[in-house]
């Protein structure tokens, strides 16, 4: 029986590892984690300063947390996000854990950041980018249930800014798909390698929709070092484009599942 892209499904498989999975691993700092989850696109040359070695190598070797901060305030699609949050929940520094935990993964702090806040920002960085259909498309996005978590930017601000308009459709979505941060249940390791079981983003009916997961083959090591660590047939990792971020505990996969869907629902309401 497959895998399939139900949130009991997947976080059920997780669950029995979940107790291992705390013990085995030490909590990151806010820094530490950011780099974790952003190298995937940096090294790519997506986004970011470029430094990608810098960023692997403070975000495998505890971190350096001067160097790491500057490298994170050089991103300017999350490092807004992240200061939306931050000060919508009373915490002056952005790459506090629980903040860098919200943007990625989701939790609760993307409660308290009001409509109006996220409206505001929207305003100050996309609408001069936009024309005026676009954007009102955009700002559509935040009575509709839109939150300042990475899946909310990956699905609604990513094609709205002008991707999904191209008439590229099947490309977006393959874009979309590996630039959202995605689940994957570990079956081996190979080399640096992990074959995974991994939830992807498809079209359905014209509405993107998590499909039954499919073996892909990501990257989670290199010359020995990488973001995880003991990891075994049946954890769950976190995915960004072919990278391995996390083991994820049950509660986190959880969360991510939950926010994902959240965030398709809202996109598609203007798909």
Known sequence: MPWVATADAVIGEASARAGRTRSASVAPSGPVLFARYAYGPNRLGLCGPDDAASLFGEGTEGGDDRELRRLAAGFEGAYPYLELIAGANGIADPLDAR?????????????????????????????PRLGEPAWRWLRASVPAGAKPVHAFHVLDVFPKVGLMRSGQVERVVELVNRCRI??????????????????????????????????????????????????????????????????????RLARLVGWTRRQLEVANRSI
């Not at 989701?106 to 609408?127: H, K």
């Not at 983003?201 to 003991?230: C, M, Q, Y």
Request: hydrophobic fraction near 45%; charge should be neutral.
């Open 182 to 251: 995605r689940w994957g249940r570990v079956r081996s390791r190979e080399g640096d390698q992990l074959v995974v079981d991994a939830v992807p983003l498809g079209l359905v009916d014209g509405k993107l929709s998590l499909l039954p997961a499919r073996i892909e083959r990501i990257t989670a090591w290199h010359d020995g070092r990488g973001f995880v660590a003991n990891v075994a047939p049946g954890d769950v990792v976190s995915i960004h484009w072919d990278w391995a971020c996390d083991t994820l505990t049950a509660g």
């Open 99 to 127: 903040v860098v935990d919200a943007y990625w993964l989701g939790n609760a702090m993307l409660s308290r950041v009001t409509a109006d806040q996220l409206g505001a920002s929207l305003a100050v960085r996309f609408r």
